[in-house]
């Protein structure tokens, strides 16, 4: 009985020692700097003449109307991207599943390419394909479904939209890649049997596929609005944040109005950030089970 | 029938439609890099033969050739030295499962809400205190941990047999040696999608390396592109090309790996 | 014999440390390989003449970057990992000089003379009184137009010379009518117009003591009005993002464009419109008590840092070449187009070419001449902010608010944001 205990005593250490170079690093480069940024969040000054100031920064931050304007935007980003992106990826997915399906390593290859570019890559075309005489302005007045080119850049909405167009672009397959793998895992029997039972795709859509899939659905959506509340490269590289602030989000303006407010760069905004994300780490711990 | 003959051409008509809008644009973008740059900004869709032209003022106003070798041996040494670590760790919070352990994974996993520029400037402080600025250490070091990759590792632990870990103990393995001989093997997919995963992000990554950077020996391919459009006068075939040529590596590893990627990710969600 | 051989070492030992000692690296921070990497080249290659033991060491870094690890060197106290010289962009100068005090090294009584240099670009270096940088690339204001379209309309170069902005929107739309070709063309959401006008009327979004100027600032109104009618009219045709732009110029679908003279660059990489193309002066405008037919847009120039252990020689550096070569000027200007704010090479014969492009029309002895008569101010330390608040204020006018409630807006939230 004693044996059996120090057995797996001694296990036990061994797995906290492979478990701990990961979290010392991740404490280090993580936890430690994100604490000093918290720090210098009470402070303003300039360089090494650091003050205390209490919640005089946070008051600023909490007065300034652009900020406001940046989350707000953030919040509709979240609240259309996510859903729409996911729902695409789920149907995709769904769709690839098939076995008989040809071409499927095309697809699933074509479809993934895309978040594999970096942002400087894209930005630059999706800024050309959109233009005023760009090709999808081109292909929507030819099929008439417009009857002037639209200005995306130039309209909060469409600026908006192109935003929302360029993310699912870039990350359905991504997500859609996900799914399919949590997809494969369903045993085809319980499709067969509810075909049998008469259901329809829909209903075998809504009813198998989606609950199963819970886990993965919720895993991808964590990821997912965590990068859209950190949102800065599209934000910034494709529309600039305008026009007129329509499209400037959190992660672009803070880093950007900072030092303009205190001379000290890293402060209460970042700390902000991570208050705003930290809704989302309540669903972690969940998720982590 | 007719209905079902009819879905079937709708889905493939519909994941054709999908697959072209995803590619589209990086197919303009190859095009483009056999283009002039007035015929680029000009909206020319079809290729050119400004091909060898662009290379040439690429290769002549840039060292091409370095900055991919550094993004690679940066992605490289990023890439090893994650599977290793997040690995081992993901392993360990799983098969030896304690409360404790599992406390300490909710709050690693917390980690992955800071913003890289919060903690952009302590980092710096830090890695130059160390004396390690300019160095490939520097910058694998910070992203070597990261609680996603943890966490992947962790879920296909989660699939491993247990079986296969008794019998192994059984005849005498050390703990270290199940890992490495057993679990490493067998999880094979799932360290090629880590390894993707990582290596994107790695290849792609452009403000850390921008800091740290102290030298134009340690340019890297994002940068070198920044610097491509940083110009009163832009020859955008020119930077089509280095866009493309920069997007080829990651292109290629995925296509190479495709199928063990999809895998992977499979294997951690069972 | 012993002490020959001593000496003889000791001679050996000396010359060598002070081989080793001597030879410096000077590490300068710039973008751009075809302008200002281009002319450090040549610089460093003038200067090792006058100095071989010095190496200049060019590190490509576009200019977001050079303030990125700029503000991030600072925060972090890292002062080592800056160069010796860096490319500081004109409208960011006098911010960067004021939150990052001791960083930039004060070149007053360094020697150069700065009288050697246009006015306007000078004043652009100077905080407190105090020169703080070596200017360099001009950004004077000209009026680019292709006489092969005004001609169709009637006109001629010589029509839009000297003239106020009343004039340029009647003639505009009189070419606008005859030949359906807009006169201009402005990446919306950009304040650059309202800005180059701004300046030709000797004023800016700050006042002499630094406070924000642009609620009741009427010469910056009057450059929103003017703005307005020019998009209104369809004069000038605005595009979303700066590639359009040059698509734009390059495609023809303009008839002209007002903007930096290093705009030329851009309109000479069409081949086809060889030939079309002059420059004149800009606009002035109507109302505005010192307005003036000069303007200057972006620009930049040689800062030194402060902590660097060879500043003394990167001083000595710029002032040959930068500040004191000629023949530096006339070595970049026919391949790069890169012109100079240096007034002594603006006599010399390169700069006096006839331009094939321009149908020979000498563009660099005019845009010197040009160059010598923008008006000076201080763009200030908040400079960016209000800049993007003016922005936000044309796009507010556009969709239809009243002009001073949109700046009124503005000033708001330049004071906001310059704090208490």
């Known amino acids: ?289 | 029938m007719i209905r079902r003959r009819l879905a079937n051409v709708f889905k493939y008509v519909f994941l054709f439609a999908a697959a072209l809008l995803s590619i589209f644009p990086l197919l303009w973008m190859a095009v483009s890099a056999t283009n002039s740059s007035v015929d680029v900004v000009t909206g020319r869709l079809l290729p050119g033969t400004y091909l060898l032209e662009n290379f040439r003022k690429l290769a002549e106003t840039h060292n091409i050739g370095l900055a991919m070798w550094n993004s690679f041996r940066n992605a490289l040494a990023a890439t090893a030295a994650s599977l290793v670590v997040c690995s081992i760790a993901g392993y360990g919070f799983e098969i030896y499962y304690d409360k404790g352990k599992d406390f300490l994974m909710r709050i690693l996993l917390l980690s992955m809400m800071i913003p890289f520029a919060a903690i952009m400037i302590p980092l710096f402080m830090m890695v130059g205190k160390m004396g390690l600025l300019n160095t490939t250490t520097a910058f694998v070091l910070p992203t070597v941990s990261t609680a996603f990759l943890i966490f992947l590792f962790r879920q296909s632990a989660r699939y491993f047999p247990p079986d296969i870990i008794e019998a192994a103990r059984l005849e005498g393995m050390s703990e270290l040696g199940i890992f490495f001989r057993m679990y490493v093997p067998i999880m094979r997919s799932t360290y090629v999608t880590a390894g993707i995963i990582t290596f994107m992000n790695a290849w792609n990554s452009y403000l850390w390396p921008l800091i740290i950077m102290q030298s134009k020996d340690s340019i890297v391919m994002p940068l070198l592109i920044s610097n491509l459009i940083a110009g009163y006068v832009t020859d955008y075939g020119m930077v089509m090309l280095g866009v493309t040529l920069s997007v080829l590596p990651t292109v290629i590893i995925f296509l190479l790996l495709q199928n063990s990627f999809a895998e992977g990710i499979l294997s951690s969600m069972r | 014999m012993r002490k020959t051989f001593g000496l003889c070492l000791f001679l050996i030992l000396a010359l060598t440390l002070a081989g080793v000692a001597s030879a410096t690296e000077i590490t300068v921070w710039c973008w751009d390989p075809l302008f200002n990497i281009y002319a450090m080249e040549e610089a460093a290659k003038i200067y090792a003449e006058i100095n071989p033991d010095v190496t200049i060491n060019i590190v490509e870094t576009p200019w977001d970057d050079v303030q990125t690890k700029l503000t991030t060197a600072v925060m972090a106290g890292q002062l080592d990992t800056l160069p010796d010289i860096l490319l500081m962009q004109d409208n960011a100068l006098v911010k960067n000089v004021t939150n990052y005090p001791e960083v930039f090294y004060d070149l007053t009584e360094s020697g150069i003379d700065f009288s050697q240099f246009a006015d306007f670009k000078v004043n652009h270096t100077v905080v407190d009184g105090r020169n703080f940088g070596v200017p360099f690339d001009n950004g004077a204001a000209i009026t680019a137009l292709r006489v092969d379209i005004l001609e169709q309309a009637g006109y001629t170069v010589e029509d839009f010379t000297d003239i106020t902005w009343s004039r340029f929107i009647e003639i505009g739309k009189d070419v606008l009518e005859k030949t359906g070709y807009p006169l201009l063309s402005a990446v919306s959401e950009s304040p650059d117009h309202i800005m180059v006008c701004l300046q030709s009327a000797g004023t800016w979004m700050f006042d002499e003591n630094g406070d924000v100027f642009i609620a009741d600032n009427e010469v910056l109104k009057e450059t929103v009005e003017v703005y307005v009618e020019l998009v209104k009219s369809g004069v000038l045709v605005q595009v979303p993002d700066w590639e359009q732009y040059i698509g734009t110029l390059n495609r023809g679908t303009v008839a002209g464009t007002i903007n930096g003279c290093w705009i030329i660059g851009t309109i000479v990489a069409q081949p086809e419109q060889a030939g079309n193309w002059r420059i004149t002066n800009i606009p002035r405008m109507d109302k505005a008590p010192n307005a003036t037919q000069y303007s200057n847009q972006g620009g930049s120039s040689w800062m030194v840092l402060a902590h660097s252990p060879n500043k003394d020689v990167a001083v000595d550096f710029l002032k040959h070449t930068f500040a004191g070569s000629v023949e530096l000027y006339e070595t970049i200007l026919p391949s790069s187009g890169a012109l100079a704010t240096y007034l002594p090479a603006g006599d010399s014969d390169v700069y006096n070419e006839p331009h094939p492009f321009f149908g020979g029309q000498a563009i660099y002895a005019d845009i010197t001449e040009f160059a010598a008569q923008v008006p000076k101010i201080s763009y200030g330390v908040y400079n960016y902010e209000a800049r993007d608040a003016v922005a936000m204020a044309i796009s507010q006018v556009l969709q239809g608010w009243d002009i001073d409630s949109a700046l009124r807006e503005a000033e708001e939230t330049v004071k906001f944001l310059m704090g208490p």
């Not at chain 1, 980003?77 to 690839?96: D, G, H, N, W, Y």
């Not at chain 1, 200005?151 to 859609?176: D, E, H, K, S, V």
Request: overall charge positive; hydrophobic content about 50%; glycine content about 6%.
């Open chain 1, 1 to 289: 009985m004693g044996q059996v205990l120090t057995l797996k005593r001694r296990q036990n250490l061994i797995g906290w020692l492979f478990i701990v170079p990961a979290s010392v690093l991740i404490f280090i480069f993580y936890f430690y700097p994100i604490v000093r940024a918290a720090l210098l969040s009470f402070q303003t000054g300039v360089g090494v003449n650091l003050q205390y100031a209490g919640l005089f920064n946070y008051q600023r931050l909490l007065a300034d109307n652009v900020l406001k304007t940046s989350i707000t935007n953030v919040f509709i980003f979240l609240i259309i991207q996510v859903p729409v992106m996911l729902t695409l990826a789920l149907i995709l997915a769904s769709l690839l599943n098939d076995p008989n399906l040809k071409f499927r390593g095309f697809f699933r290859t074509a479809l993934f390419l895309p978040c594999a570019t970096s942002l400087v890559s894209y930005a630059i075309v999706f800024r050309s394909l959109f233009a005023l005489d760009g090709l999808v302005n081109f292909v929507l007045t030819s099929l008439n479904i417009v009857e002037r080119p639209i200005n995306w850049i130039g309209n909060p909405w469409t600026a908006r939209a192109l935003i929302i167009i360029a993310l699912t672009w870039r990350w359905t397959g991504y997500n859609m890649v996900f799914y399919l793998a949590g997809l494969q895992n369903i045993d085809r029997s319980i499709y067969e049997a509810a075909l049998i039972d008469g259901a329809s795709g829909f209903t075998r859509f809504t009813r198998i596929t989606v609950p199963l899939l819970k886990p993965i659905i919720l895993l991808t959506s964590i990821m997912s609005t965590n990068g859209t509340l950190q949102l800065f490269d599209e934000t910034m590289n494709l529309t600039n944040g305008g026009p007129a602030n329509a499209t400037l989000s959190v992660s672009v303006y803070l880093p950007a109005v900072l030092p303009v407010f205190t001379k000290v760069r890293l402060c209460r905004g970042h700390l902000l950030c991570d208050l705003c994300h930290g809704g989302c780490t309540l669903f972690h711990p969940n998720e982590g089970g």
